[in-house]
């Protein structure tokens, strides 16, 4: 309720006692010629009173409404801090998990990678990155000359396969020349043993 509803209740409180305190006081005086002043005095006090039950009905109306919108409020700052307790449960939780992931061994720690200070006295333009960046600098690199090696690994092989191919060739061209050769011994043998015999 506001102050000037309170001081209107008050007002009419006050007119209330004093009608009341007249038609108590009337009591004492004569009661045929005070009729109808008694009767004008409870109009009066009726109609204060009809007024207070308005205002004390809806000083209770206005009661109920504020209790309502406080449990409103409440419920809501609850709920609020219900959330605030989740956030701050997942941001343990998220910050649990990325602990966890920095101490863990990561495979890229376990690569057989060059130093940074030798990769950059390789590469003085990343002088002025952050590790991150000269991680990852550094893997691209890795990668980069792990491609190249593989390739002159392929390129190896494929030789590697040719020249097997080649000396297969070449074996089966030999055994078939010690086969002529073998056959030239054998039918030289007669010519051998006839040269031998004429020489004796």
Do not use: W
Not at 131 to 139: C, G, P, S, T, Y
Request: aromatic share 4%; charged share 30%.
């Amino acid at each position: 309720m506001s102050e000037n509803a309170i001081a209107e209740c008050l007002g009419t409180l006050e007119s209330a006692k004093n009608l009341c305190l007249q038609i108590h006081n009337s009591k004492n005086e004569d009661p045929v010629n005070n009729q109808e002043k008694v009767h004008q005095i409870r109009k009066q006090l009726s109609a204060r009173l009809l007024l207070l039950r308005a205002v004390n009905r809806e000083s209770y109306e206005q009661l109920q409404r504020a209790k309502e919108t406080t449990g409103d409020h409440r419920a809501s700052l609850e709920q609020a801090l219900v959330n605030l307790q989740a956030l701050q449960y997942q941001k343990l939780h998220l910050n649990a998990i990325i602990k966890d992931f920095h101490d863990k061994e990561h495979l890229y720690t376990q690569l057989p990678l060059i130093s940074k200070e030798e990769f950059l006295k390789e590469h003085s333009d990343l002088q002025n990155a952050n590790d991150h960046e000269i991680m990852i600098a550094r893997l691209q690199d890795e990668l980069t000359e792990r491609q190249r090696l593989s390739g002159l690994k392929q390129d190896l092989l494929k030789r590697k396969a040719t020249l097997i191919s080649e000396n297969k060739a070449k074996r089966i061209k030999l055994e078939k020349l010690d086969e002529k050769l073998e056959a030239f011994f054998r039918s030289v043998v007669p010519v051998q043993e006839y040269y031998r015999s004429t020489s004796l």
